[in-house]
C-alpha cells in the first residue's frame, strides 16, 4: 500500500538499495533536485525507473521549477525563467500583459516538464511579499498586494494545468512574513491574526479549489505560539482547513529543513498528527528515508482522497499547442532574454 510521503533520491540514476527501498516502502511521489537532472533523456529514464520500483504509473513526480533562482532544470537542456516578481511589476505596469505572462510561464515550464514525465510543480508561491520578508521568498513572491498575488498566482497555475502538470500553492497560510530562512531556523510572525487573514490568507483563500497546496514551517503567535505551523493541529484544521477553505491534499514543506527540530520519527509523526496528507522529504539521504517510512501511514480516508482526486486533474496537454509561438509572445510581453 502506498504510504503518505514524498521521498527524493541521490543522484541521477535509482541505486539499487532506492529501487528496493521504493519497492518496498511505496512512497506516494518522488522530488527531484539538480542533483538529479542532467539531460531529458537521463530526466526521463529516472522518473520512468521511480514509477516502474513503486508499480504506479501515474505516481506524481515533483519539482520546484518557479523561475528565478529556484529552477533545478537549466541551461543549456531547458530555457531559464524570471522570477515570479517579473509578472507582479509588469502587471503594476500593464494588468492584462502581466497575467497573461504568468500564464504563459506556467505553460511553457509545464511544457518542459510533461515531456521528462514530472507531473507536479511546486508553483506558484502565493506568498504576500513584505518590506522586510527574508531573501529566501523575496522576489519569489509576485507582489506586495494581495489581490494581484491572487490574480498572477491563478493564471501560473492555470498555465501549468494546461501543460499536464499540478500546481501546488505554496507556502499556506503565508511565509511573506519570515525574517529569517525556515531552510536554517524557525521564523516566528508576530502579526494577530485578524492581520494575516486581511493580507496573508488572501491569496490562498482565492485559490482554495487548487488540489494541492505546502505548508510553511513558521509558528504564527497568533494562532498557536508553540508549534510551527506544519505540525500545529489548530493551524492546519483551523486555519488551512476552516478559515482559508482548503480540501486539497496538503503537503508539508520539506522536513530535512532546519527549521524543524527532533528526529526525523518525530518531525513526520508530528506532522501526520496535525493533519497534513503527506510528508515531504527531499534530501534522498536514505537512513532519514528509512525513518520517515517508518512512520507515517498509509494512504487513507480522507488523505487517500484527497490525492486521489489530485491525481485526476492531470490532463493531456493541447497537442497544438506552439511552444515557439509562446516564447516569442513571453518574450515580447516580459523582455525576457533568458528564453
Known amino acids: 500500500m502506498t504510504k503518505a510521503f514524498v ?4 543522484g541521477l540514476t535509482l541505486t539499487r538499495s532506492e529501487i528496493d527501498f521504493f519497492r518496498q516502502e511505496d512512497p506516494w511521489g518522488l522530488i527531484l533536485f539538480a542533483r538529479n537532472i542532467d539531460t531529458p533523456q537521463q530526466v526521463r529514464e529516472l522518473t520512468a525507473a521511480f514509477r516502474e520500483a513503486v508499480g504506479r504509473e501515474d505516481a506524481p513526480v515533483l519539482v520546484d521549477q518557479e523561475g528565478g533562482r529556484v529552477q533545478r532544470l537549466k541551461p543549456p537542456h531547458w530555457p531559464k525563467y524570471p522570477a515570479p516578481k517579473t509578472y507582479g511589476d509588469l502587471y503594476d505596469q500593464d494588468a492584462a500583459a502581466g497575467q497573461r505572462a504568468a500564464w504563459l510561464a506556467g505553460r511553457l515550464i509545464a511544457d518542459d516538464l510533461y515531456h521528462v514525465g514530472i507531473t507536479v510543480d511546486c508553483l506558484p508561491c502565493l506568498d504576500v511579499r513584505f518590506p522586510d520578508t527574508v531573501d529566501a521568498i523575496g522576489d519569489r513572491a509576485f507582489s506586495q498586494d494581495p489581490e494581484v498575488v491572487a490574480t498572477l498566482g491563478k493564471a501560473m497555475a492555470e498555465g501549468s494545468l494546461a501543460g499536464g502538470v499540478l500546481p501546488v500553492i ?7 512574513r519570515a525574517r529569517v530562512d525556515s531552510h536554517l531556523e524557525l521564523p516566528r510572525v508576530e502579526a494577530a491574526i485578524s492581520s494575516l487573514e486581511s493580507v496573508d490568507f488572501r ?20 494562532i498557536d505560539p508553540d508549534t510551527a505551523g506544519t505540525q500545529s493541529a489548530k493551524v492546519i484544521q483551523e486555519i488551512i482547513r476552516g478559515e482559508i477553505g482548503f480540501d486539497g491534499c496538503l503537503m508539508s514543506d520539506d522536513i530535512s ?83
Not at 521521498?7 to 541521490?10: E, R, T
Not at 528526529?263 to 501526520?272: A, C, L
Not at 498509509?298 to 509562446?326: H, N, Y
Request: some cysteine; hydrophobic content about 40%.
Open 257 to 339: 529543513m532546519k527549521a524543524l527540530g527532533g528526529s526525523f520519527e518525530d518531525r513526520s509523526g508530528k506532522i501526520i498528527e496535525a493533519g497534513c496528507d503527506i510528508v515531504l522529504h527531499c534530501n534522498g539521504d536514505m537512513d532519514e528515508m528509512i525513518a520517515v517510512a517508518k512512520v507515517v501511514p498509509e494512504l487513507a480516508g480522507e488523505a487517500m482522497r484527497r490525492c486521489e482526486k489530485a491525481l485526476s486533474g492531470i490532463q493531456v496537454p493541447d497537442l497544438e499547442f506552439d511552444r515557439l509561438a509562446a516564447f516569442e509572445e513571453f518574450h515580447t510581453l516580459t523582455g525576457w532574454q533568458g528564453v
Open 203 to 222: 491569496p490562498f483563500k482565492a485559490l482554495s479549489d487548487v488540489s494541492l497546496g505546502m505548508t510553511a514551517h513558521i509558528v504564527y503567535e497568533g
Open 7 to 10: 521521498s527524493g533520491c541521490a
Open 170 to 176: 505554496k507556502h499556506i497560510p503565508g511565509h511573506g
